[in-house]
Nanobody, 122 residues
Framework: QVQLVESGGGLVQAGGSLRLTCTAS????????MGWFRQAPGKERDVVAA????????DYADSVKGRFTISRDNAKNTVYLQMNSLLPEDTAVYYC???????????????WGQGTQVTVSS
């Protein structure tokens, strides 16, 4: 069992930045693809970004390319999401997830955090 804990959410003005952190309670963190997903009010949860086990491969939703950066530190069992140039439409609950089978298919992720709220004011 892997427990994931997100932090770093909050309220920020449009154009601002936030860094989300997700820490995993496992000794096998480097085995997992890590993903960030988000769910806005009234919408389905969608992929934001994902990163390979080594960190060498990353994948982003078109809506965040050039603004968000996913990274990981396997020595600290942690994955990050640096969010710059935030827009009001980035407002959502952000979740991190761990899996071994897919980058974008949330149905194939095995473990999920509880989520952290990000609110971007205009």
């Amino acid at each position: 069992q892997v427990q994931l804990v997100e932090s770093g959410g909050g309220l920020v003005q449009a154009g601002g930045s936030l860094r989300l952190t997700c820490t995993a309670s496992t000794t096998t963190f480097s085995r997992y693809i890590m993903g960030w997903f988000r769910q806005a009010p009234g919408k389905e949860r969608d992929v934001v970004a994902a990163i390979s086990q080594s960190g060498g491969l990353t994948d982003y939703a078109d809506s965040v390319k050039g603004r968000f950066t996913i990274s990981r530190d396997n020595a600290k069992n942690t994955v990050y999401l640096q969010m710059n140039s935030l827009l009001p439409e980035d407002t959502a609950v952000y979740y991190c997830a761990a899996g071994v089978r897919s980058y974008r298919d949330q149905g194939l992720y095995d473990y999920w955090g509880q989520g952290t709220q990000v609110t971007v004011s205009s």
